[in-house]
Protein backbone atom coordinates (compact mmCIF):
# COMPACT_ATOMS: atom_id res chain seq x y z
CA UNK A 1 0.00 0.00 0.00
CA UNK A 2 1.37 3.15 -0.63
CA UNK A 3 2.44 5.98 2.05
CA UNK A 4 -0.13 8.64 1.77
CA UNK A 5 1.95 10.84 3.68
CA UNK A 6 4.62 10.84 1.10
CA UNK A 7 1.71 10.64 -1.64
CA UNK A 8 0.20 13.81 -0.76
CA UNK A 9 2.37 16.53 -2.20
CA UNK A 10 1.85 14.73 -5.96
CA UNK A 11 -1.56 13.29 -5.31
CA UNK A 12 -4.32 15.50 -6.97
CA UNK A 13 -2.11 16.17 -10.16
CA UNK A 14 -1.45 12.42 -10.49
CA UNK A 15 -5.09 11.80 -10.10
CA UNK A 16 -6.97 14.23 -12.25
CA UNK A 17 -7.19 17.19 -10.32
CA UNK A 18 -10.51 19.41 -10.15
CA UNK A 19 -12.00 17.80 -13.15
CA UNK A 20 -12.14 14.50 -11.46
CA UNK A 21 -13.13 16.03 -8.43
CA UNK A 22 -16.38 18.05 -9.98
CA UNK A 23 -17.22 14.51 -11.76
CA UNK A 24 -16.52 12.57 -8.43
CA UNK A 25 -18.92 15.14 -6.78
CA UNK A 26 -21.16 15.37 -8.63
CA UNK A 27 -21.99 11.34 -8.86
CA UNK A 28 -22.20 10.68 -5.03
CA UNK A 29 -24.19 14.58 -4.71
CA UNK A 30 -27.01 12.25 -7.70
CA UNK A 31 -27.32 9.76 -5.25
CA UNK A 32 -28.24 11.90 -1.75
CA UNK A 33 -32.20 12.26 -1.15
CA UNK A 34 -33.24 15.61 -0.82
CA UNK A 35 -32.79 17.02 2.69
CA UNK A 36 -29.26 15.66 2.99
CA UNK A 37 -27.82 18.29 5.93
CA UNK A 38 -24.53 16.72 6.83
CA UNK A 39 -22.40 14.68 5.16
CA UNK A 40 -19.06 13.18 6.19
CA UNK A 41 -16.65 12.54 3.97
CA UNK A 42 -14.58 9.53 4.67
CA UNK A 43 -10.64 9.19 3.29
CA UNK A 44 -11.27 12.78 2.34
CA UNK A 45 -7.75 12.95 1.21
CA UNK A 46 -6.45 16.21 0.12
CA UNK A 47 -10.20 17.95 0.28
CA UNK A 48 -10.65 18.17 -3.79
CA UNK A 49 -13.91 16.40 -3.44
CA UNK A 50 -14.59 17.38 0.11
CA UNK A 51 -14.68 21.52 -1.12
CA UNK A 52 -17.14 20.16 -4.05
CA UNK A 53 -19.46 18.74 -1.67
CA UNK A 54 -19.50 22.37 0.43
CA UNK A 55 -19.36 24.55 -2.04
CA UNK A 56 -21.90 22.94 -4.66
CA UNK A 57 -24.80 21.71 -2.40
CA UNK A 58 -24.91 23.96 0.97
CA UNK A 59 -23.72 20.49 3.15
CA UNK A 60 -22.52 20.68 6.35
CA UNK A 61 -19.68 18.86 5.26
CA UNK A 62 -16.94 16.93 7.86
CA UNK A 63 -13.66 15.11 6.34
CA UNK A 64 -11.63 12.47 8.01
CA UNK A 65 -8.47 11.32 6.72
CA UNK A 66 -5.94 8.99 8.95
CA UNK A 67 -3.06 10.52 7.01
CA UNK A 68 -1.61 13.49 8.82
CA UNK A 69 0.03 15.38 5.35
CA UNK A 70 -3.80 14.24 3.22
CA UNK A 71 -5.67 15.87 6.10
CA UNK A 72 -3.52 19.12 6.31
CA UNK A 73 -3.95 19.98 2.67
CA UNK A 74 -7.78 19.20 3.03
CA UNK A 75 -8.13 21.67 6.28
CA UNK A 76 -6.80 24.33 4.37
CA UNK A 77 -9.65 23.97 1.40
CA UNK A 78 -12.38 23.09 4.01
CA UNK A 79 -11.22 25.03 6.80
CA UNK A 80 -12.40 24.04 10.38
CA UNK A 81 -14.01 21.00 8.55
CA UNK A 82 -11.14 18.39 8.82
CA UNK A 83 -10.16 15.70 11.44
CA UNK A 84 -7.53 12.92 11.32
CA UNK A 85 -9.54 9.58 11.89
CA UNK A 86 -9.17 6.15 11.02
CA UNK A 87 -12.17 4.72 8.96
CA UNK A 88 -12.13 1.85 11.12
CA UNK A 89 -12.69 3.98 14.26
CA UNK A 90 -14.36 7.27 13.23
CA UNK A 91 -14.28 9.35 15.94
CA UNK A 92 -17.94 10.37 15.74
CA UNK A 93 -21.00 9.75 17.75
CA UNK A 94 -23.64 7.74 16.12
CA UNK A 95 -26.60 9.01 14.17
CA UNK A 96 -24.60 11.96 13.58
CA UNK A 97 -24.76 12.47 9.63
CA UNK A 98 -27.35 12.15 7.12
CA UNK A 99 -25.06 10.81 4.48
CA UNK A 100 -21.56 9.28 4.58
CA UNK A 101 -19.10 8.92 1.09
CA UNK A 102 -16.39 6.69 1.21
CA UNK A 103 -14.69 7.15 -2.63
CA UNK A 104 -11.49 5.42 -2.90
CA UNK A 105 -11.23 3.72 0.30
CA UNK A 106 -12.38 0.39 0.24
CA UNK A 107 -10.24 -1.16 -2.10
CA UNK A 108 -7.08 0.10 -0.08
CA UNK A 109 -8.26 -2.03 2.62
CA UNK A 110 -6.09 -5.60 3.60
CA UNK A 111 -9.32 -8.09 3.96
CA UNK A 112 -13.06 -8.21 3.61
CA UNK A 113 -13.13 -7.92 7.57
CA UNK A 114 -11.82 -4.47 7.73
CA UNK A 115 -13.58 -3.62 4.79
CA UNK A 116 -16.66 -4.49 6.35
CA UNK A 117 -15.59 -3.05 9.58
CA UNK A 118 -15.43 0.45 7.66
CA UNK A 119 -18.85 -0.15 6.19
CA UNK A 120 -20.17 -0.82 9.91
CA UNK A 121 -18.85 2.32 11.46
CA UNK A 122 -20.18 4.29 8.33
CA UNK A 123 -23.53 3.08 9.11
CA UNK A 124 -23.12 3.71 13.00
CA UNK A 125 -22.39 7.46 12.24
CA UNK A 126 -25.44 7.55 9.79
CA UNK A 127 -28.93 8.43 11.25
CA UNK A 128 -32.05 6.35 10.60
CA UNK A 129 -33.07 6.98 6.68
CA UNK A 130 -29.24 8.35 5.69
CA UNK A 131 -27.31 7.06 2.72
CA UNK A 132 -23.88 5.52 2.12
CA UNK A 133 -22.18 6.46 -0.93
CA UNK A 134 -18.80 4.18 -1.46
CA UNK A 135 -16.49 3.15 -5.27
CA UNK A 136 -17.30 -0.08 -5.90
CA UNK A 137 -14.52 -2.25 -8.43
CA UNK A 138 -11.70 0.51 -8.48
CA UNK A 139 -8.86 -1.52 -10.11
CA UNK A 140 -11.17 -3.07 -12.73
CA UNK A 141 -12.32 0.93 -14.03
CA UNK A 142 -8.50 0.88 -15.05
CA UNK A 143 -9.28 -2.05 -17.18
CA UNK A 144 -9.67 0.32 -20.28
CA UNK A 145 -9.05 -2.58 -23.18
CA UNK A 146 -5.63 -0.53 -24.08
CA UNK A 147 -2.49 -2.06 -25.03
CA UNK A 148 -1.32 -1.16 -21.58
CA UNK A 149 -4.18 -3.92 -20.41
CA UNK A 150 -2.65 -6.15 -22.53
CA UNK A 151 1.24 -5.35 -22.00
CA UNK A 152 0.12 -5.93 -18.01
CA UNK A 153 -1.75 -9.42 -18.30
CA UNK A 154 -0.82 -12.50 -16.08
CA UNK A 155 0.03 -10.06 -13.10
CA UNK A 156 -1.30 -11.53 -9.79
CA UNK A 157 -4.06 -9.75 -8.98
CA UNK A 158 -5.50 -10.44 -5.42
CA UNK A 159 -9.55 -10.54 -4.91
CA UNK A 160 -10.97 -7.27 -4.91
CA UNK A 161 -11.83 -6.33 -1.18
CA UNK A 162 -14.22 -3.78 -2.79
CA UNK A 163 -15.47 -5.66 -5.30
CA UNK A 164 -19.84 -4.91 -6.01
CA UNK A 165 -21.05 -8.13 -4.40
CA UNK A 166 -18.51 -7.99 -1.90
CA UNK A 167 -19.54 -4.33 -0.90
CA UNK A 168 -23.54 -5.41 -1.29
CA UNK A 169 -22.48 -7.65 1.51
CA UNK A 170 -21.06 -5.56 3.78
CA UNK A 171 -23.56 -3.14 3.51
CA UNK A 172 -26.56 -6.36 4.04
CA UNK A 173 -24.82 -7.04 7.42
CA UNK A 174 -24.56 -3.62 8.55
CA UNK A 175 -28.50 -3.34 7.72
CA UNK A 176 -27.83 -1.09 4.85
CA UNK A 177 -29.96 -1.66 1.66
CA UNK A 178 -29.24 -0.88 -1.89
CA UNK A 179 -30.44 2.79 -2.58
CA UNK A 180 -29.09 3.82 -6.34
CA UNK A 181 -25.65 3.38 -8.86
CA UNK A 182 -23.89 6.13 -10.64
CA UNK A 183 -20.31 5.87 -12.84
CA UNK A 184 -18.21 8.83 -13.53
CA UNK A 185 -15.44 9.52 -15.41
CA UNK A 186 -11.87 9.90 -14.07
CA UNK A 187 -10.38 12.52 -15.75
CA UNK A 188 -7.31 12.41 -16.48
CA UNK A 189 -6.32 9.32 -15.27
CA UNK A 190 -5.31 7.65 -18.52
CA UNK A 191 -2.51 5.75 -18.21
CA UNK A 192 0.67 5.85 -19.89
CA UNK A 193 3.15 3.36 -20.98
CA UNK A 194 6.03 5.62 -18.99
CA UNK A 195 3.66 6.68 -16.16
CA UNK A 196 2.54 3.13 -15.73
CA UNK A 197 6.31 1.64 -15.55
CA UNK A 198 6.93 4.13 -12.89
CA UNK A 199 3.85 3.14 -11.14
CA UNK A 200 5.31 -0.34 -11.10
CA UNK A 201 8.53 1.01 -9.65
CA UNK A 202 6.99 2.32 -6.56
CA UNK A 203 4.47 -0.43 -5.79
CA UNK A 204 1.05 0.97 -7.01
CA UNK A 205 0.13 -2.47 -8.33
CA UNK A 206 0.32 -4.38 -5.19
CA UNK A 207 0.69 -8.02 -6.98
CA UNK A 208 3.80 -6.63 -8.36
CA UNK A 209 6.79 -6.01 -5.73
CA UNK A 210 8.35 -2.85 -7.16
CA UNK A 211 11.94 -4.41 -6.91
CA UNK A 212 11.01 -8.41 -7.99
CA UNK A 213 12.10 -9.59 -11.03
CA UNK A 214 8.49 -9.83 -12.36
CA UNK A 215 8.42 -5.91 -11.83
CA UNK A 216 11.02 -5.81 -14.30
CA UNK A 217 9.58 -8.04 -16.91
CA UNK A 218 6.32 -5.67 -16.89
CA UNK A 219 8.43 -2.50 -17.04
CA UNK A 220 10.16 -3.83 -20.19
CA UNK A 221 6.43 -4.81 -21.79
CA UNK A 222 5.39 -1.44 -20.97
CA UNK A 223 8.79 0.33 -22.43
CA UNK A 224 8.10 -1.51 -25.48
CA UNK A 225 4.76 -0.24 -26.10
CA UNK A 226 4.54 3.16 -28.78
CA UNK A 227 3.83 6.71 -27.78
CA UNK A 228 5.01 6.21 -24.43
CA UNK A 229 3.82 9.21 -22.91
CA UNK A 230 0.28 9.61 -24.72
CA UNK A 231 -2.35 8.57 -22.08
CA UNK A 232 -4.83 5.62 -22.60
CA UNK A 233 -8.39 6.56 -22.12
CA UNK A 234 -10.09 7.32 -18.84
CA UNK A 235 -11.55 4.88 -16.23
CA UNK A 236 -14.96 4.77 -15.18
CA UNK A 237 -15.52 4.69 -11.54
CA UNK A 238 -18.71 3.21 -9.73
CA UNK A 239 -20.64 4.04 -6.63
CA UNK A 240 -22.98 2.30 -5.02
CA UNK A 241 -25.51 3.77 -2.26
CA UNK A 242 -26.60 2.15 0.64
CA UNK A 243 -29.62 3.19 3.12
CA UNK A 244 -30.04 2.65 6.58
CA UNK A 245 -33.55 1.69 7.65
CA UNK A 246 -35.82 4.97 8.92
CA UNK A 247 -36.36 2.99 12.01
CA UNK A 248 -32.93 1.76 12.96
Known amino acids: MLDYDKEAVRYDASRGGEPR ?3 AADA ?3 LLPPGTAALLDVACGTGLVTR ?7 LRVTGVDAAYAMARMAAAR ?3 AVVIGDGRRLPFPGGAFDAVSAVWLLHLLRDPEEAS ?5 CARVLRP ?3 LVTSVDKATSHDVGSDIDAALAGRPIRGAVDAAA ?6 AAHGLTPAGRARFRG ?3 GRSPRSTVADVHRGWFTGIPPDSASAGRFAARLAALPDQDVPRPDPEFTLHAYRKPPHA
Do not use: D, K, T
Open 78 to 80: VPG
Open 52 to 58: QFAARRG
Open 21 to 23: AVA
Open 129 to 131: GGV
Open 166 to 171: RVGQYA
Open 28 to 30: VLS
Open 187 to 189: HGQ
Open 117 to 121: AVVGE
